[in-house]
Nanobody, 124 residues
Framework: QVQLVESGGGLVQAGGSLRLSCAAS????????MGWFRQAPGKEREFVAA????????YYADFVKGRFTISRDNAKKLVYLQMNSLKPEDTAVYYC?????????????????WGQGTQVTVSS
């Protein structure tokens, strides 16, 4: 069992930045690839970014490339999502997820554990 708790969300103006954190507890964090997903009101959940167990393999959704950066600290059992140049369309609840596999995946159904989410609101 892995418990995930996101933090760092909030209200920010367009063009601003936020850093989301996801703290893991339970089983060995370094056994899990990690992903960030988001869900806006009335929309389906969508993939944002994923990072492998070691941090050596990273994927991004096209719409965040060059703006968001995913990273992890296995010693601290944390995964981060640095979000820069935020846009109003980035407004959503952001979730972190853990996958018991070497690499992450853009497919949410391949993840084993999910956090409760943190709200990000970007004003225009």
């Amino acid at each position: 069992q892995v418990q995930l708790v996101e933090s760092g969300g909030g209200l920010v103006q367009a063009g601003g930045s936020l850093r989301l954190s996801c703290a893991a507890s339970g089983r060995t964090f370094s056994n899990y690839a990690m992903g960030w997903f988001r869900q806006a009101p009335g929309k389906e959940r969508e993939f944002v970014a994923a990072i492998s167990r070691s941090g050596g393999s990273i994927y991004y959704a096209d719409f965040v490339k060059g703006r968001f950066t995913i990273s992890r600290d296995n010693a601290k059992k944390l995964v981060y999502l640095q979000m820069n140049s935020l846009k109003p369309e980035d407004t959503a609840v952001y979730y972190c997820a853990a996958r018991a596999y070497v690499k992450g995946s853009p497919n949410g159904s391949e993840y084993d554990y999910w956090g409760q989410g943190t709200q990000v609101t970007v004003s225009s």
